[in-house]
Antibody, heavy 122, light 107 residues
Framework: QVQLQQSGPGLVKTSQTLSLTCAIS??????????WSWIRQSPSRGLEWLGR?????????DYALSVKSRIAISPDTSKNQFSLQLNSVTPEDTAVYYC????????????WGQGTLVTVSS | DIQMTQSPSSLSASVGDGVTITCRAS??????LNWYQQKPGKAPKLLIY???SLQSGVPSRFSGSGSGTDFTLTISSLQPEDFATYYC?????????FGGGAKVEIK
C-alpha cells in the first residue's frame, strides 16, 4: 500500500524558509491518478490545504491563495518524493504540516504522512 | 472558496450511544464530500467518501448521507475507540476545504 514519510526540521526562524520533504513508497510521484499535497493544522486555522503538485503530461502546481506568494511544491522523480518550501515564515505559520496523496478519481486524501510540528520562532 | 461548517463543534456521549454530526457547505458540492477521523497526535484517517461510501476497513457503525449543501455523519453505537475529532472535506472545487471539526468526548 502507499506510504508517505515526512522529513525536515521542526524549528524555523522567523523570516526564513520552511522546507519539508515527503518520500513516497507504493506509488509514483508522476502517477496520473494522484496529486501530492501539503496540508497544515493549527488551533487558529484548523486543517488548511496549502497546495499540490501533479503530473498530466507535464507538471502542474496549484496553491491556496493565502500562501500563494511564498510557497513552492515540487516533485523529485529521481527520489520519488515531493517537497514544500514556504518562504518568509512568521509565528503564524507554526503548525503541524502533513503531506497527503489526493486521489483524483475519488477526491479523497489518503494516505497522510505522519505529520511534522514546525515551530516558527525568532 | 467553499466554506464548510460543522456542528456541533463538540459533544459528549456514552459508549453505545448513537451520534450525528452535520456538515454544511456554503454552496453545493454535489456528493463530493469526505469524512475523516482524527485522534490526538495522529493524522486524519479517511472514513467516508463521496458522501456515503464507506472506506475499506471502516466499521459499518459509521455511515454518511447527504448531497448538495447538507451532510451528516452518523455513528450508530459509539465504541471506546470512536472518541476522536471528525472532519468533513469537500472535493468539489479547489481550494479543497475542511470543516472546523467535531470533537466527540466521553460523557
Amino acid at each position: 500500500q502507499v506510504q508517505l514519510q515526512q522529513s525536515g526540521p521542526g524549528l524555523v526562524k522567523t523570516s526564513q524558509t520552511l522546507s519539508l520533504t515527503c518520500a513516497i513508497s507504493g506509488d509514483r510521484v508522476s502517477s496520473n491518478s494522484a496529486a501530492w499535497s501539503w496540508i497544515r493544522q493549527s488551533p487558529s486555522r484548523g486543517l488548511e490545504w496549502l497546495g499540490r503538485t501533479y503530473y498530466r503530461s507535464k507538471w502542474y502546481e496549484d496553491y491556496a491563495l493565502s500562501v500563494k506568494s511564498r510557497i513552492a511544491i515540487s516533485p523529485d522523480t529521481s527520489k520519488n518524493q515531493f517537497s514544500l518550501q514556504l518562504n518568509s515564515v512568521t509565528p503564524e505559520d507554526t503548525a503541524v504540516y502533513y503531506c497527503a496523496r489526493y486521489d483524483w478519481n475519488y477526491g479523497w486524501f489518503d494516505p497522510w504522512g505522519q505529520g511534522t510540528l514546525v515551530t516558527v520562532s525568532s | 472558496d467553499i466554506q464548510m461548517t460543522q456542528s456541533p463543534s463538540s459533544l459528549s456521549a456514552s459508549v453505545g450511544d448513537g451520534v450525528t454530526i452535520t456538515c454544511r457547505a456554503s454552496q453545493s458540492v454535489s456528493k463530493s464530500l469526505n469524512w475523516y477521523q482524527q485522534k490526538p497526535g495522529k493524522a486524519p484517517k479517511l472514513l467516508i467518501y463521496a458522501a456515503s461510501s464507506l472506506q475499506s476497513g471502516v466499521p459499518s457503525r459509521f455511515s454518511g448521507s447527504g448531497s448538495g449543501t447538507d451532510f451528516t455523519l452518523t455513528i450508530s453505537s459509539l465504541q471506546p475507540e470512536d472518541f476522536a475529532t471528525y472532519y468533513c472535506q469537500q472535493s468539489y472545487s479547489a481550494p479543497l476545504t475542511f470543516g472546523g471539526g467535531a470533537k466527540v468526548e466521553i460523557k
